[in-house]
């Protein structure tokens, strides 16, 4: 019984030379798990093809300079923007403007969103009492709102942030509730042999297990207000990157537009990251979700 | 036979079951019954149910899964309203859950929020004990389960029995008169089980609380118990309650010599005719 000559049975002869299953010095990057450094690297490298890309289709003349300005004549806009002047303000003024204008829309929309959504997780009657007409209202866009804004508050800050606390209100409630909803009951019951009482359980177990959904929540609602901005100063803002962008597109100087577009874009990145961080750091007991 | 049996069927009894020294069970199970409603109609999970728990008694429950036993142990907990009858606790109405009857779930149930530490203070947090004090009872309870090294470890960094352990310390720090175990080691490896049946043991002799104790395995009912209580299939009743005698040869040894002894493979193989007479009927 020699394996060596048994080929027809279908079975492997001994002298083939042994391959492992592939291990992970040879697994194909997109297959392996990588270390957080490593992902940076990946995606410096791969955000300046792009820029190269672009440099190329600019620099050959294939698009014309009008449509998409060269990135060293963007990056060269972004430096003088810094200082001087666009419509009244610096690229800094604008960008002051806009953040305003999201933290508050932001803040509110945790302000109302975040106790409710706690508090429809919570109880079965605040769910009965509340959710129906949450999920009438949430369906509605944002920006269907905007004519009932200016109706309501006129055309001023007031109502760019109540467009952007509508569209951060809804992911702040709705997450908040989830991960209220999603603790284990038997955590309750545990909580509760030990001799806890409900204001106990919903502070000390259940808000203190959900604080990570939770902050994924707050997360989720400032990508959401963020995007909502340009919309939201539509309304006849007088500063903002929206505004600028806006009025960059009407004078068709591309290289402003995209470098307010830019800024949208690394400003809405960088928050996510930041509270990613703070979610880390305020339950670093969590599992990355 | 050198032990005697204890024979209470179904349907509730008559008078109160008291000890046999007249003064009243430390925890007492009486005429508990508990129906639920489900879409399919009224299931009766739990036929009328007595049992009585001396001071420092420690008592096993074995049936047929799905039998209703940790049912029985929720509405003894307080977690679960019974239908009819009622918990006393030193023959007073035992009233909503609380820690001097603590549980220890099959589940583990511990806070992954919170550490090691935290998890076994989280009780006497709830009872304001003063700070020094709680401190001291947590070194002890560290010491004593053997966890000095987790204290600052999450839950979901400890193993199983680990977690079994700390849910453990949870509970007796808080001196609790009752502890109710839920198929408490029944979510964890046959090694595991065996050292915390053990543990188990050797704790009893430290803190001489009373147990009330829902197993599925016969070896572990009997191992543990005074009293071992099998139940009936659904809906669970107390089928028969029997003696392990106290001065049993066995009982002083550890368990892997326990079970080979002739005398304890008869008591169990008694329980589990009794257990396996509901299995097959049902």
């Known amino acids: 019984m020699t394996t060596e000559t048994s080929t027809s049975t279908g079975r492997v002869p001994l002298q083939r030379p042994y391959r492992p299953p592939r291990k992970r010095g040879t697994t194909s990057i997109w297959r392996r798990g990588l270390s957080g450094r490593a992902?940076?690297?990946?995606?410096?490298?791969?955000?300046?093809?792009?820029?190269?890309?672009?440099?190329?289709?600019?620099?050959?003349?294939?698009?014309?300079?009008?449509?998409?300005?060269?990135?060293?004549?963007?990056?060269?806009?972004?430096?003088?923007?810094?200082?001087?002047?666009?419509?009244?303000?610096t690229l800094v003024g604008h960008t002051a403007a806009s953040m305003?204008?999201?933290?508050?829309?932001?803040?509110?929309?945790?302000?109302?969103?975040?106790?409710?959504?706690?508090?429809?997780?919570?109880s079965d009657r605040v769910r009965w009492l509340v959710f129906p007409l949450f999920q009438l209202l949430r369906p509605v866009p944002p920006l269907a709102w905007i004519p009932l804004a200016i109706v309501w508050l006129g055309i001023g800050d007031p109502a760019r942030i109540f467009v952007v606390f509508l569209s951060a209100v809804v992911p702040w409630t709705i997450n908040s509730m989830a991960a209220v909803s999603s603790v284990d009951p038997l955590l309750i019951r545990a909580a509760r042999t030990l001799g806890a009482g409900d204001g106990s359980i919903l502070r000390r177990v259940v808000i203190h297990t959900a604080t990570p959904t939770l902050v994924a929540g707050a997360r989720i609602a400032l990508g959401n207000a963020w995007t909502t901005l340009i919309a939201a100063e539509l309304l006849a803002a007088s500063a903002g990157l929206g505004f600028v962008a806006l009025n960059a597109s009407q004078t068709l100087s591309s290289d402003i537009l995209l470098v307010s577009m830019g800024i949208i874009g690394v400003l809405g990145a960088l928050f996510s990251a930041i509270l990613r961080g703070v979610g880390r750091a305020v339950a670093p007991w969590a599992k990355e979700a | 036979m050198t032990h005697?049996?204890?024979?209470?069927?179904?349907?509730?009894?008559?008078?109160?079951?008291?000890?046999?020294?007249?003064?009243?069970p430390k925890l007492e199970i009486r005429g508990v019954t508990k129906n639920f409603v489900t879409r399919a109609g009224e299931v009766d999970a739990l036929a009328s149910c007595d049992l009585a728990l001396e001071q420092g008694e420690f008592l096993t429950i074995v049936g047929p899964s799905g039998c209703g036993k940790s049912t029985l142990m929720m509405v003894a907990a307080g977690l679960d309203e019974a239908s009819s009858g009622s918990i006393l606790v030193d023959g007073e109405p035992a009233g909503g859950p609380g820690p001097q009857r603590s549980v220890v779930f099959q589940r583990f149930a511990l806070f992954p929020s919170r550490t090691v530490a935290d998890n076994i203070c989280f009780g006497m947090q709830q009872a304001r004990v003063p700070k020094p004090e709680q401190a001291e009872r947590l070194e002890e309870q560290l010491t004593l389960m053997g966890l000095g090294k987790f204290r600052d470890s999450y839950p979901h960094e400890?193993?199983?029995?680990?977690?079994?352990?700390?849910?453990?310390?949870?509970?007796?720090?808080?001196?609790?008169?009752?502890?109710?175990?839920?198929?408490p080691f029944g979510a964890?490896?046959?090694?595991?089980?065996?050292?915390?049946?053990?543990?188990?043991?050797?704790?009893?002799?430290?803190?001489?609380?009373?147990?009330?104790?829902?197993?599925?395995s016969v070896e572990e009912a009997v191992y543990l118990a005074d009293r071992v209580a099998v139940m009936t299939r659904r809906p669970g009743a107390i089928k028969t309650?029997?003696?392990?005698?106290?001065?049993?040869?066995?009982?002083?040894?550890?368990?892997?010599?326990?079970?080979?002894?002739?005398?304890?493979?008869?008591?169990r193989q008694r329980v589990w005719k009794l257990v396996k007479e509901e299995i097959v009927a049902s």
């Open chain 1, 39 to 89: 992902t940076f690297v990946i995606g410096v490298a791969s955000s300046a093809t792009l820029v190269a890309v672009w440099h190329l289709l600019s620099a050959t003349a294939l698009v014309s300079p009008l449509l998409l300005p060269p990135p060293l004549r963007v990056a060269e806009t972004f430096w003088q923007f810094l200082t001087a002047e666009y419509l009244g303000e």
């Open chain 1, 100 to 122: 305003t204008i999201v933290a508050g829309g932001w803040l509110l929309g945790g302000l109302v969103g975040l106790p409710l959504g706690i508090l429809i997780g919570w």
């Open chain 2, 241 to 267: 309650v029997i003696d392990v005698p106290g001065d049993a040869e066995w009982r002083s040894s550890d368990i892997e010599t326990a079970m080979g002894h002739p005398e304890f493979t008869q008591l």
């Open chain 2, 188 to 216: 964890l490896d046959a090694q595991t089980r065996l050292l915390l049946q053990e543990e188990l043991v050797r704790l009893r002799q430290v803190h001489r609380f009373t147990v009330l104790f829902i197993t599925h």
């Open chain 2, 158 to 183: 400890l193993s199983g029995g680990m977690q079994q352990r700390v849910a453990i310390a949870r509970s007796l720090v808080l001196r609790p008169e009752i502890l109710l175990m839920d198929e």
């Open chain 2, 4 to 24: 005697s049996t204890a024979n209470r069927t179904r349907g509730p009894v008559t008078g109160s079951p008291t000890t046999g020294n007249g003064h009243d």
